[in-house]
């Protein structure tokens, strides 16, 4: 059974039909199985010499692998392969709009830089695969401290950012820094290498627009 949107937008295929004897467009359809799936319809009216309707072509395309494709790429611009965190773009992205809002509710912005130290040495002497495995980690534990952040990215490397929006003051600022630190330099274990993570705060800022 249709929805009354599924219905109006029916009759109103039906009336440019009438009067421009051709339609095409999205609709969201549902399968035997009660799926939906999105599908781009294109009906053309025919008509016999006397300029009447005798029937009507239409042409179903299933948009499903073409938006399951499109949602892909739109996540690969967006987030990082490796970590699944927000990358630069996104990162520049979400900083832009958090200062544009903060400015117009002249409310509080901060921007905290993180990176692991030794990292280029873990790097270079056991390989970048082992380098990939402690940046998921790494990203696996700043996640599991659910600090309540807007955006945490990877900008690059070794490099994490954190926006926070509407903090309380600069203490709670110092603590959440505190609580990241502290995560990293508990040890991480990889591939049967003992790597110890210890971050740094390159920097944190704190925006009063």
Request: glycine letters at 6%; a negative charge; aromatic letters at 8%.
């Amino acid at each position: 059974e249709r929805t009354p949107e599924a219905v109006q937008t029916y009759k109103d295929i039906a009336a440019t039909l009438a009067s421009q004897g051709n339609w095409q467009g999205e609709l969201l359809e549902t399968r035997k199985n009660g799926e939906q799936y999105p599908e781009w319809l294109q009906v053309s009216a025919v008509r016999d010499d006397n300029g009447t309707v005798t029937h009507y072509v239409a042409i179903f395309s299933d948009l499903t692998e073409r938006r399951e494709a499109e949602e892909k790429l739109r996540y690969l611009s967006n987030y990082d392969k490796l970590t699944g965190l927000a990358n630069r773009t996104l990162f520049r992205d979400r900083l832009h709009a958090a200062m544009s809002e903060a400015r117009q509710r002249r409310g509080k912005l901060a921007l905290m830089m993180l990176d692991l130290d030794r990292f280029k040495q873990i790097n270079d002497t056991l390989g970048h695969e082992i380098g990939d495995k402690l940046l998921y980690a790494a990203s696996t534990r700043l996640l599991a401290l659910d600090i309540q952040a807007d955006t945490i990215s990877r900008i690059g490397g070794d490099e994490f950012t954190i926006i926070l929006e509407d903090y309380a003051d600069r203490l709670q600022l110092e603590q959440i820094a505190a609580r990241i630190i502290e995560a990293m330099r508990a040890p991480f274990y990889i591939d049967d290498h003992e790597l110890l993570g210890p971050a740094h705060r390159d920097g944190s800022g704190c925006l009063e627009p």
